[in-house]
């Protein structure tokens, strides 16, 4: 069964470092996902992209985060001055399509994460 | 605000226990709801899903769940579990008016003792 995967699995960085988040979603998913789970906490939505361009994103998702999809295969996160409370389990998901009457009912399909560490 | 509540942080139970789950949602109008499990060093993965049609619906490993709209809930059930059914198990709900993000409930830890 096709995957998608992240890496690195698990990150360390200094506060005040940029960091990227890397994930290679399924090769025929259209909508691409982040979302991370604090320790303790419940997973948050970060942000949806679909069509090269982001299409709704939360309130966590401020000026310090970017999404990319640099070619056909990889979607990044980057955030660009890491904060200690940036640490967090990041996951990155992907899904077929998204249907407006259904109100996204097509399954989203989530790599193993990446544990990120601010020290 | 809308959310996603699971009422159950552990649950401990020995083999060939019955398992129920319960989750409740605070969304109004039209709402699809996920199960997912999360084994130990794994991903995230679809258990069940249910969009519109029988509110019971059976998913995989034996697992089903049952919408119930007038009490807001999509509790999971398992009859009788297994050891392998040790995992961290997520309720979560998509809404037609909040886009097509998934809001999670806070999951259940499950241990079968063998």
């Known amino acids: 069964e096709p995957e998608v995967t992240q890496t690195p699995s698990h990150q360390v960085t200094q506060m005040g470092q940029e960091v990227i988040l890397r994930c290679v979603p399924i090769s025929n998913h259209l909508y691409f996902y982040w979302y991370r789970q604090i320790l303790g906490q419940k997973v948050e939505f970060l942000v949806s992209?679909?069509?090269?361009?982001?299409?709704?994103k939360s309130e966590i998702f401020d000026d310090q985060f970017s999404v990319e999809r640099p070619d056909g295969s990889n979607f990044t996160l980057k955030i660009r001055s890491t904060k200690l409370e940036d640490s967090a389990m990041y996951f990155c998901?992907?899904?077929?399509?998204?249907?407006?009457?259904?109100?996204?009912?097509?399954?989203?399909?989530f790599g193993d994460g990446t544990r990120l560490s601010i020290l | 605000a809308q959310s996603v509540s699971q009422h159950n942080h552990h649950v401990i139970l020995s083999e060939a226990a019955s398992l129920e789950l319960g989750c409740n949602y605070s969304?109004?109008?039209?709402?699809?709801l996920f199960w997912y499990v999360q084994y130990p060093g794994q991903h995230l993965q679809l258990l069940l899903k249910y969009f519109s049609g029988d509110p019971l619906v059976k998913g995989i490993k034996g697992f089903e769940a049952e919408f119930i709209k007038s009490k807001f809930s999509f509790n999971l059930r398992k009859p009788s579990v297994q050891w392998s059914d040790t995992a961290e198990y997520f309720c979560a709900v998509t809404h037609k008016a909040a886009g097509n993000k998934l809001t999670f409930g806070g999951g259940t830890r499950v241990l079968v003792k063998p």
């Open positions: 992209f679909y069509n090269n361009e982001i299409s709704e």
């Open positions: 969304y109004g109008g039209t709402v699809n």
């Open positions: 998901a992907s899904s077929t399509s998204w249907e407006v009457q259904g109100g996204g009912n097509q399954p989203q399909h």
